[in-house]
């Protein structure tokens, strides 16, 4: 045998085949983003199927022994123009036709084509084997290498299958109604479509609309759809004839074809199918085998907006030339499928010093005790980000697909930048929301990501002190002038949106009358007016005194009306101010306030510090209000109204956080109870089980009663106390997932409780210990400097995109996704996420 048959051989035992199940690094090195495209491609460890860039190998060999690597490159091939004529070539690329990823009409996410070469490569000489080698090798070795060579090869990667979830979003259901729906004898006929004129033909019985028609496939109504967001679309009248007949379905008409139509269920609330639709047509004359299309369908609709993504004429400065910059701390993300959310956020996190510090300056001693698995290592895989980011070995023009990669051009605007992929797979794992490829909303991947980073250091530096103060809330009773000071831990600011205080209020009344007129008249909406906010106007209304008027005063033992102001008690080192853009309606329909607000490059926040207690000021008695009575006046579970609670739970707010909601307002109705959700949805323990006043313990709880162990011991393992998992399991009534939850929301409460090295609680008992410290926040003047922003377009948070602009040297840098440019006109009215630095004299 030859010198590498028998290496071969001796490692043999450490060389497996992939099984359903495995997980196979392969396009992405663990420790950074090298892929088999890279130069020096990437090596796939053929035992744990982890995959090394060509830096990072050495480490894993010398940390493991493992020989045998799977190398793999990947060359992307000369994309040439093809000759009409020519009778071979790639065919044209495809525009999508479906609304839909990873199947056959959908969106293509992996459309370059590139030519592959792998080879087995044995350390620590990296020597290589190929499949020709093999030949020549003794059976067993040709087998089982040949086997794990074409395994690895077939295996979908982890990182392609979280990207690419095959998702059709044309997936329709046949309408429950189709079968036996109803159909008048009304002696309707529809009219087809009239060739000679601009349009189909078709228009509105009610406003004349000659677009979005529909027809009741009940009575053949043709009315127009429903009005869109930004007021274009329909005037309404196809669903207002649903909801005075209760007459179900409805056809596009211009999207009929004899493949089909748009067929959409009012009751049912979705697209659907109807398999009779030939003969529903024919009832009112219309011969669907000879009809034509003559507008987009909804999907058409979709993937047209979808198609537009990159662009954003607003958001990046339209009518001026971006520059195009590079180097490290300039590079672009790549957006996995609406992920620009997280890009944006992680971009300004990595400018901060503790970020940088925590990850990035320290990352050869971080990837050195990463675990056997790094790809599931929490530390690790932000150093991995927080190094692809501030390196600048990522930051360079991307090639244009259609160029010889020999050829010279001419940089463009997109990166090759990094794909985040392994990371956004580690932080949304578990998640019911950034586990998903949906759209996010930016502040709230900010504080789950806040929350990840608190978990993870527990013990050593925590860069998330950066953003951490103290919130004083004073509450003073009007009855009694008796006050009550309670401080809370927070990260973002979340500055109201004042609406009466438009500078431009006559304005926005003309545009309100110009858009009723348009409406009323079936003519196309007016541009929309934006409503201009004083920076100002925002911060008083932060800080001007609440009204409470169900006040429980402690101080004359019954209900009240009391005031409460918020106050900073402490200032930290990079203040975040979210604009509180999105609201609801008065249908309770979330919607985005378009407002602009003169937001300032300096903020002097001193005045908004708190002063605790003032001299001679009594505070109001520390006494529990009385708990809800029965009739029988016994102390029992709170009566709640159901349908109240019912209704809130509709509405898609957790079960415990609406039982509460009744409970705090006393059974008062549903407007009392959505009052104090909305009041309250930033409580830590907005969702925790209600704890009736007096009662130490959660409903069906007591304090004697027994946890599980294995509950326990899960909560143990992640670095808690014994002492520690037994109180968030009691608060939970020993549900483990909530437990988990509860006991991450309320760390400071428990840094009382010392944890020593095996995992259980020391000292004495719970009375004999010092009162806790509080959490530890930094503080200093509350003066501060903005230094980056993030910005929104779109409707609401589940859709739409998401921008951020940087400071760096001086000048102002707009990260779209993998475009890195020079900002022009940074469009600082308009953002949604604020981040300002103390300026230190």
Not at 93 to 117: C, H, M, N, S, W
Request: aromatic share 8%; hydrophobic share 35%; charged share 25%.
């Amino acid at each position: 045998m030859t010198e590498v048959s028998e290496i071969l051989m001796s490692v043999l035992s450490t060389i497996r085949v992939p099984r359903p199940g495995d997980r196979v690094h392969k396009d992405e090195c663990a420790f950074s983003f090298a892929s088999p495209e890279s130069e020096g491609g990437l090596y796939v460890c053929m035992n744990s199927f982890l995959g090394y860039g060509s830096t990072h190998v050495d480490r894993h060999h010398a940390k493991t022994g493992q020989r045998a690597y799977l190398h793999i490159t990947r060359t992307r091939k000369t994309q040439k123009e093809e000759d009409p004529n020519a009778g071979s070539g790639d065919p044209p690329k495809k525009k999508p036709t479906r609304l839909a990823i990873g199947i056959e009409g959908g969106f293509d996410v992996d459309q370059e084509q590139y030519e592959e070469e792998v080879k087995v490569v044995l350390f620590p000489d990296r020597q290589e084997v190929t499949s020709d080698d093999l030949a020549s090798m003794p059976d067993v070795v040709r087998e089982r290498v040949s086997l794990s060579m074409a395994g690895l090869q077939a295996a979908d990667s982890v990182s392609h299958a979280l990207q690419v979830q095959q998702w059709d979003g044309e997936v329709r259901q046949e309408s429950k109604y189709a079968a036996e729906l109803k159909q008048l004898d009304n002696g309707v006929k529809i009219p087809p479509r009239c060739s000679y004129l601009s349009f189909s033909g078709w228009k509105c019985e009610v406003c004349d609309l000659q677009e979005n028609i529909w027809m009741n496939l009940t009575d053949g109504k043709v009315l127009c759809g429903r009005r869109y967001f930004d007021g274009s679309g329909g005037n309404n009248h196809a669903l207002l004839h649903y909801q005075q007949t209760g007459y179900p379905l409805a056809v596009k008409l211009g999207t009929i074809t004899p493949d089909g139509a748009d067929v959409y269920s009012y009751d049912e609330d979705d697209m659907v199918l109807d398999s009779k639709l030939p003969e529903h047509l024919s009832h009112f004359g219309i011969d669907m085998m000879t009809m034509e299309k003559t507008e987009r369908t909804m999907t058409e609709l979709e993937i047209a907006v979808n198609q537009r993504v990159g662009e954003w004429e607003v958001i990046q400065e339209s009518g001026t030339t971006l520059r195009p910059m590079w180097g490290p701390g300039l590079t672009g993300m790549k957006n996995l499928g609406n992920s620009c959310y997280l890009n944006s956020v992680m971009q300004v996190l990595f400018t901060i010093p503790d970020f940088q510090t925590k990850y990035v300056s320290n990352i050869d001693k971080v990837f050195a005790e990463a675990p056997s698995d790094p790809t599931q290592d929490f530390k690790t895989q932000v150093a991995k980000l927080g190094y692809g980011l501030l390196s600048g070995e990522y930051s360079k023009p991307a090639p244009d697909p259609g160029d010889d990669p020999s050829a010279s051009t001419e940089p463009r605007g997109d990166q090759v930048g990094i794909a985040p992929r392994m990371f956004k797979a580690l932080v949304g794992r578990g998640h019911p929301e950034f586990s998903t490829n949906r759209q996010q909303d930016a502040q709230e991947f900010l504080l789950h990501f806040i929350n990840m980073v608190e978990r993870n250091c527990r013990s050593g530096m925590n860069p998330s002190e950066a953003f951490r103060f103290l919130v004083e809330e004073k509450i003073v009773c009007q009855q009694s002038q008796k006050a009550k000071y309670t401080q809370r831990v927070d990260y973002i600011v979340q500055l109201p949106v004042p609406m009466d205080q438009a500078t431009n209020m006559e304005e926005l009344q003309e545009a309100e009358r110009r858009r009723d007129e348009a409406e009323s008249s079936g003519a196309p909406p007016p541009a929309v007016t934006r409503a201009q906010i004083p920076f100002a106007a925002c911060l008083a209304a932060l800080s001007e005194p609440e009204t409470l008027t169900d006040f429980w005063s402690s101080a004359v033992q019954a209900k009240t009306t009391a005031t409460k102001t918020t106050r900073f008690a402490s200032f930290p080192d990079h203040l975040v101010i979210q604009i509180k853009k999105f609201t609801f309606g008065l249908d309770w329909v979330p919607k985005k306030l378009d407002v602009s607000i003169d937001v300032p490059d300096t903020l002097d926040l001193s005045a908004l510090r708190a002063m605790g207690q003032q001299p001679g000021e009594e505070l109001l008695p520390e006494v529990a209000p009385p708990p809800l009575m029965t009739p029988d006046v016994e102390v029992k579970a709170p009566v709640l109204d159901d349908s109240t609670v019912s209704q809130l739970c509709e509405m898609g707010f957790p079960l415990e956080a609406c039982r509460k909601a009744v409970y705090y307002t006393g059974n008062t109705g549903i407007d009392a109870a959505m009052n104090w959700v909305m009041g309250h949805m930033d409580d830590p323990d907005f969702s925790a089980p209600l704890v009736l006043p007096g009662s130490s313990s959660a409903p069906g709880t007591t304090p004697t009663e027994s946890v599980p162990e294995e509950h326990l011991a899960t909560i143990v393992s992640m670095g808690f106390s014994r002492d520690q998992a037994t109180r968030a399991l009691r608060a939970t009534n020993n549900v483990l997932e909530r437990a988990v939850d509860w006991i991450f929301s309320h760390l400071d409460d428990l840094e009382s409780m010392d944890v020593s090295e095996g995992g259980r609680s020391e000292g004495g008992s719970e009375a004999s210990r010092e009162p806790p410290p509080g959490p530890r926040v930094r503080d200093g003047p509350g003066k501060y400097e903005l230094f980056a922003f993030i910005s929104h377009m779109g409707s609401s948070t589940m859709c739409g995109h998401y921008v951020c602009h940087i400071k760096k040297d001086h000048q102002w840098v707009i990260f779209n996704d993998q475009k890195v440019c020079a900002s022009e006109k940074p469009p600082k009215d308009l953002g949604y996420l604020y981040f300002y630095r103390r300026v230190v004299e």
